[in-house]
């Protein structure tokens, strides 16, 4: 399903050993953890796009004090995914969606960020997945119509993209934070639902949508932890334990017919 990523090329790229190809001889190869870099100079803005390590580190140690469990199984209870699907996220981040569901469910899964330091913590986590370092703003290197499900948790959205590698009874679901999330630390927030469908009213029908709330007592590393894992907290450092709110809004949409 992976497309060479090298501008006006996006052939398919066959795997050999440890390195993939493609019939114009550009090659790439597997990290030691697993995971591939297609990622393009001309993709990314910064040395070193995307999530920070600090911000990996920060995440991860959240997911696993639990905190996020109420969001994961509404995520997978909203999915109703089942072993027979391919599964793309797309700004999988570090993993922890992604993996766990698959861990869960037994479904094919393929996670695409532009960060390495997340892409290389997701393939050591979660061996099972197959993980890919590109910029999914640009282009997402599979090949038309190869998922049954995309996911976009808290990520950037690319309708377009979305649209091409999903195949015409496929599913995507965008998890957004919810004008409550985080509140404490960054402030109300905005409803992003209406805006949202808006952005997929063209090639996708909006199937189903609730929102999920969960709180948790926070000691002070672990505030700390979410203050280095989000963008724009109103406060930069942690002054006290305290409880902070998650919350999301699921929405989950069907292909429309594609128009010929």
Known sequence: MLLCPVRDCHMALVREARRLFCPRGHSFDVARSG??????????????PGDTAA????????????????????????????PSDLVLDAGCGEGFYLGALAREIGFDAHGVDISIPAVDAAARRYPGCEWIVANAD??????????????????????????????????????????????????????????????????????????????????????????HSIYRPMRSQPAEAMRVTFSLDLLLFRQTARKT
């Open 55 to 82: 911000a990996i580190a920060g995440r991860r140690r959240l997911h696993d004090r639990g905190v996020t469990e109420p969001l994961l199984h509404a995520i997978a209870a909203t999915m109703a995914a089942s």
């Open 35 to 48: 995971y591939i870099n297609l990622l393009q100079p001309q993709d990314r803005r910064s040395k070193q």
């Open 138 to 227: 640009r282009f997402l290197p599979y090949a038309d119509r190869s998922f049954s499900f995309v996911l976009s948790i808290t990520a950037r959205m690319n309708a377009g993209e979305f649209r091409r590698v999903l195949r015409d009874d496929g599913r995507l679901l965008i998890a957004l934070p919810a004008p409550e999330d985080l509140v404490e630390l960054r402030g109300a927030g905005r409803d992003r639902v209406a805006r949202t469908v808006e952005t997929f009213a063209d090639g996708f029908a909006l199937a189903d949508r609730r929102r999920v709330t969960t709180a948790a007592d926070l000691d002070a590393a672990a505030v700390h932890d979410v203050l």
